[in-house]
């Protein structure tokens, strides 16, 4: 049995471990393909530079803030999706009314709602209420979802027991949807992720990755355009696993 594990977790370093050779021999190619430091520097170069970014305190500066930026955004969206979803499913008139307003957000564009939101806002909300407004619609159709698959027969027992409450709906709706959420969540990390730093890019916030992103592109240092997002997939890999381990220790 003990062998079986070991082996399990040695073939997944080694799959890990050669996805990325894999991505460092495509990287390569590029460099090579395009023969252009403004294009795409050497991965050499990236790698060096995104070490470089490790060893400065700034670095971990514009990580705090921007996860702070993003969990806070998660919270909201979060908190909001759900509870429109719960009403939705509660109160199927509710569910009609809310339709179109969730179908706008769902399709527009995440460009217009950055200018929509320059306009009515601050630069620093900006990107938060991008991220806000593109994950409730994500929480939302799961909450819904979800509700509207549950077994009739545990409905049943959920109006016998506790009606329609708080008390039955934190009891019991929401455990037997807390899958879906929680799925919804971990999709929800890597999309609200590229949606903040894009927000962050457009809008230039301050103390932000997405500011030094934009700067670093408009003084032609490419290679710390590459070396932070590196640093950024490996913090939404990081951000998801959490979720995970809480779930397997709870």
């Known amino acids: 049995m003990k062998n079986s594990l070991h082996s399990k977790r040695y073939l997944k370093l080694l799959s890990v471990v050669s996805s990325i050779i894999i ?3 495509i990287m390569l190619t590029i460099y090579k393909t395009k023969n252009n430091l403004l294009v ?8 060096k530079q995104f070490f470089n970014l490790l060893l400065k305190f700034n670095t971990y500066n514009l990580i705090l803030f921007t996860i702070l930026r993003l969990l806070l955004s998660l919270i909201v969206s979060l908190f909001i999706g759900v509870a429109l979803g719960i009403l939705a499913y509660i109160f199927p008139l509710f569910r009609f009314f809310i339709k179109p307003f969730i179908t706008i957000l769902r399709c527009i564009p995440v460009v217009v709602l950055l200018i929509f939101f320059l306009m009515l806002s601050s630069i620093k909300l900006t990107p938060m209420l991008m991220v806000c407004f593109v994950l409730i619609p ?16 545990l409905l049943d027992v959920w109006r016998v027991e506790c009606g329609i409450t708080f008390k039955g709906i934190f009891k019991i709706l929401l455990p037997l949807i807390f899958n879906n959420i929680y799925q919804a969540l971990i999709e929800a990390i890597g999309l609200g992720f590229k949606v903040l730093i894009m927000g962050e890019y457009m809008t230039s916030s301050p103390n932000s990755i997405g500011n030094v ?3 670093s592109a408009h003084n032609l240092e490419y290679d710390l355009v590459y070396a932070w997002c590196i640093i950024l997939v490996i913090l939404v890999l990081i951000i998801e ?4 381990l809480i779930k397997k220790k709870s």
Do not use: Q, R, W
């Open 23 to 25: 991505i460092y021999l």
């Open 241 to 244: 696993l959490i979720p995970k």
């Open 138 to 153: 994500l929480f939302y159709e799961v909450t819904i979802n979800g509700a509207l698959n549950i077994d009739s027969e």
């Open 40 to 47: 795409f520097p050497s991965p050499n170069l990236i790698f």
């Open 213 to 215: 992103i934009i700067n």
